[in-house]
């Protein structure tokens, strides 16, 4: 396994402190970004594991839906409190803060279901694109940089990413289209827990969401003066799947105006069983010199 993914699981191991107000309180750890900020799928996948850590084992996220208030620091520890707002014959919803030297960084509300029958249809996977195989990984297209972000995306994520049709790191290659696809996949083997494979899948979900909005501008992740961040994150979990197997992430940008930008995602299996939908707001400047 490697140093990665045992940060991730570290990162996603919450302390239970056993301290009781009328709420539940963890901690976890933050782990090192180059630019000194809390990677926002690192949060929003904490928080989620600090909620499961109160639902009854026959419970599992359906959806979650969170607010960035704060950019976090790396260099300090964050602790979640989780508001048992209800428990339903079939349904519980957890709220989860989670506070830095006392502040919200991100307030999020999940809801779980006990597994039910139901109908069942889904929008299809986009077909005919390349296999994962046959596109380079992110340490393929960045090698031979030695700047300390590309370092991280090349090698120090617990993730591999493949673009189509061409990854927007250094530059915007080919059309200016609102929508792209990424597969990616653990770099390891997780344990065989599904919260903790749910957890993983929210973790990933915010690192390329918003690049349909870039790619349609024509605008690289070196842009000079771009500012991105993300303000909101809304995920479905429409059935189980493991993520340190082959997964496509179908994503599209339908609007963007105002400094903000909305993107949508669907996450698939490599077979084309839709996991999860995803949709998010983001910040998006270019301060021009």
Do not use: C
């Not at 992430?249 to 105006?257: D, K, L, V």
């Amino acid at each position: 396994m490697t140093n990665a993914l045992d940060g991730l699981l570290a990162a996603l191991d919450l302390t239970d402190t056993h301290a009781r107000t009328n709420e539940d309180i963890f901690t976890g750890p933050s782990q090192w970004m180059p630019q000194g900020r809390v990677f926002g799928g690192q949060v929003l996948a904490q928080s989620l594991v600090a909620a499961q850590r109160t639902i009854p084992a026959d419970r599992s996220a359906h959806s979650m839906h969170g607010y960035f208030l704060r950019p976090g620091d790396v260099t300090l520890p964050i602790t979640f409190s989780v508001d048992r707002i209800h428990d339903g014959r079939s349904f519980s919803t957890r709220r989860t803060q989670a506070y830095q030297d006392g502040l919200p960084i991100l307030s999020m509300i999940a809801s779980f279901q006990v597994a039910d029958e139901g109908f069942d249809h889904q929008i299809e996977m986009p077909r005919d694109l390349p296999r994962p195989e046959d596109l380079p990984s992110a340490a393929e297209s960045l090698s031979g940089l030695e700047h300390p972000v590309a370092r991280v995306w090349a090698n120090e994520r617990p993730f591999d990413m493949r673009h189509v049709p061409s990854p927007i790191y250094l530059s915007v290659e080919g059309p200016h289209v609102a929508h792209q696809a990424v597969w990616l996949k653990a770099v390891g083997t997780l344990p065989d827990d599904e919260n903790l494979h749910r957890a993983a899948l929210a973790y990933a979900s915010d690192y390329s969401i918003l690049e349909p909005i870039f790619r349609r501008h024509g605008i690289a992740w070196t842009t000079p003066g771009l500012k991105a961040a993300s303000l909101d994150h809304a995920m479905w979990f429409h059935r189980f799947g493991r993520v340190d197997e082959w997964m496509l992430y179908a994503q599209e940008s339908p609007n963007a105006t105002g400094g903000r930008g909305l993107s949508q995602g669907r996450i698939y299996t490599r077979d084309g069983l839709l996991l999860a939908s995803v949709a998010q707001e983001g910040m998006v400047r270019v301060r021009r010199a």
